[in-house]
């Protein structure tokens, strides 16, 4: 079974950064895909960042340029560093994870496996 636990959330003024990190444990695969999910109130969960296996990395648009995602398979953690943060990014962030003998990762959908607890995110002006 695998368990995913996030962490690292926080309030924070706009502007400034925040990393976010999921523990994994319980993997016994080494195809996977992994991606950063969040939820503002009255909003449709969004996904923000994924990464592959391969370490190929993917984001919406929304996140682009500010957000990297990225894992240390050392610490089987990922981590979402969020730099120039908005007050729209303002959510519950979530980590999501699949895994497998051979997993597509085509986008964050593919990661829609195992989720985390959450953690939440808030940006003020």
């Known amino acids: 079974q695998v368990q995913l636990v996030e962490s690292g959330g926080g309030s924070v003024q706009a502007g400034g950064s925040l990393r976010l990190s999921c523990a994994a444990s319980g993997y016994t695969y080494g195809s996977y895909c992994m991606a950063w999910f969040r939820q503002a109130p009255g909003k449709e969960r969004e996904g923000v960042a994924t990464i592959d296996s391969d370490g190929s990395t993917m984001y919406a648009d929304s996140v682009k340029g500010r957000f990297t995602i990225s894992r240390d398979n050392a610490k089987n953690t990922l981590y979402l560093q969020m730099n120039r943060l908005n007050v729209e990014d303002t959510a519950m962030y979530y980590c999501?994870?699949?895994?497998?003998?051979?997993?597509?990762?085509?986008?964050?959908?593919?990661?829609?496996?195992?989720w985390g607890q959450g953690t939440q995110v808030t940006v003020s002006s």
């Open positions: 999501a994870a699949r895994t497998g003998y051979w997993v597509p990762c085509r986008g964050p959908r593919d990661a829609e496996g195992y």
